[in-house]
């Protein structure tokens, strides 16, 4: 028997060279592995120089855009004055924008939600070199600055969008806001469909797992085929337990607009139901405990359970008679709505802008969000109605409508009804 099989070796040889390719490999890797370890950690000693950190930090610090832009929607409350004061410029310019503002007719009334856009010019003094007002969906005013002129020149622009008529349906499986944004829906048409429903349904108690909403609303959308922005809520239906709590929107007059129920009656009642964001209300459908079983013998008001910072609403026109620390209730706000009623809001963790004692507040104006001041175990809105001077429960309370469309008007009401009941119908049609 041989000691050496040479021709064996021969055989095996494609694997020699395999092992010792490997070998390499694994040495070169590793090597450069421990070159590199070492740069990183030369790296580091150079960045952690003292004097290069200070020269880096005045670098960055100098590389300030030269344009800046600041885009705004206009909430409950301001003016066209504390919009522009809010901006980083001189108390001339401002003047200056303001003026040009005033004088626009197309500007005469600041509504909320209007959109705004600035753009500066960071290099010179009279920052500001263009801004926007949207006076409605399809058409903004830009307002622009000429050489040498004091004043700024406007031109009303039409935005190149199309209006889209959607339509969406679903069966609320965990909560009306989680099934709406599954559904694709835009949140700002969310939180408008739970503040018009907010005058008839208590969102923490009223709805159950298997209600259902149906909806139509307007999108707008670009040349790119992107949606830009969601217009108007047309139609809604949230079917309650089997009730069917339809809402039309119908211009009942010139500028008039309002939402009206399938019988011609408003929507809007004296108080609401939810004063407050709906559709940011937290509760466990199905498993949930009775509601009764949540209250104390004692307890006089509804309590909302909500994220601290959600918006709280009036819950009607009135007059604040108070906006301070109410002991138990902590930070609270009492309005006086009329000779008969009267609601409390408390427990909040700050108050909204401008609410004092004394000052008239509009149905739906955000008096202060919610938080968890004085005796609370967690942040919730502490609702209470006073009736004639007697404390009684806002949930059961059966308020007169608003607004019944009569006559010439109901007439019209009923065209307009059948014609988004055929669109519906359409849009269904198409969905399916
Ligand atoms: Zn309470």
């Not at 004091?150 to 935005?159: A, G, P, V």
């Not at 670009?222 to 239906?237: M, R, Y």
Request: proline share 2%; hydrophobic share 35%; with cysteine.
């Amino acid at each position: 028997m041989k000691v050496f099989d040479f021709k064996k070796i021969k055989e095996y040889s494609i694997f020699i060279w395999l092992i010792i390719i490997t070998i390499i490999a694994i040495l070169s890797s590793a090597i450069y592995r421990q070159n590199t370890a070492d740069q990183n950690i030369k790296l580091k000693e150079t960045l952690d120089n003292i004097y290069l950190k200070k020269t880096l930090v005045e670098i960055t610090n100098n590389l300030q855009p030269r344009y800046s832009t600041i885009n705004y929607t206009s909430k409950s409350g301001d003016t066209y004055q504390s919009i522009i004061d809010s901006l980083d410029i001189t108390k001339k310019e401002k003047q200056i924008i303001l003026n040009s503002i005033l004088i626009n007719k197309s500007l005469k009334i600041l509504n909320i939600n209007q959109k705004f856009f600035f753009k500066f010019d960071n290099l010179l003094n009279q920052k500001i070199i263009e801004f926007k007002i949207e006076t409605d969906k399809k058409n903004e005013i830009v307002f622009f600055r000429t050489e040498n002129s004091e004043k700024l020149q406007s031109k009303k622009i039409k935005k190149n969008y199309t209006k889209k008529l959607v339509y969406k349906e679903t069966v609320i499986t965990d909560s009306l806001y989680n099934s709406a944004i599954n559904l694709g829906i835009n949140a700002n048409v969310i939180i408008e469909f739970a503040r018009l429903y907010g005058f008839q349904v208590d969102f923490q108690r009223d709805i159950w797992k298997e209600d259902s909403f149906q909806i139509i609303y307007e999108e707008f959308i670009n040349e790119k085929n992107e949606i830009v922005d969601t217009g108007d809520i047309i139609f809604a239906n949230l079917n309650l337990q089997n009730t069917d709590l339809q809402l039309y929107r119908f211009e009942y007059n010139k500028n008039k607009i309002d939402f009206f129920d399938e019988n011609g009656k408003s929507i809007k009642k004296t108080l609401m139901k939810t004063p407050i964001n709906g559709a940011r209300l937290s509760s466990s459908y199905g498993k949930r405990k009775h509601p009764i079983l949540g209250y104390t013998k004692m307890h006089t008001g509804t309590d909302f359970a909500a994220p601290t910072g959600t918006p709280i609403m009036a819950s009607g026109d009135g007059k604040v008679t108070k906006a301070g620390w109410c002991g138990g209730g902590g930070n609270c706000v009492k309005i006086k709505h009329n000779s008969k009623y009267q609601t409390i809001y408390a427990h909040m963790s700050k108050f909204g802008r401008g609410i004092k004692k004394g000052v008239r507040v509009k149905q739906g104006q955000i008096i202060g969000y919610v938080g968890s001041t004085g005796m609370s175990t967690g942040p919730h809105l502490h609702y209470e109605v006073i009736e004639n001077g007697k404390k009684v429960n806002s949930q059961k309370l059966k308020l007169p409508s608003g607004k019944v469309l009569k006559g010439e008007e109901r007439k019209r009401f009923e065209v307009s009804k059948i014609k988004i009941d055929v669109l519906k119908s359409d849009l269904i049609t198409k969905t399916n």
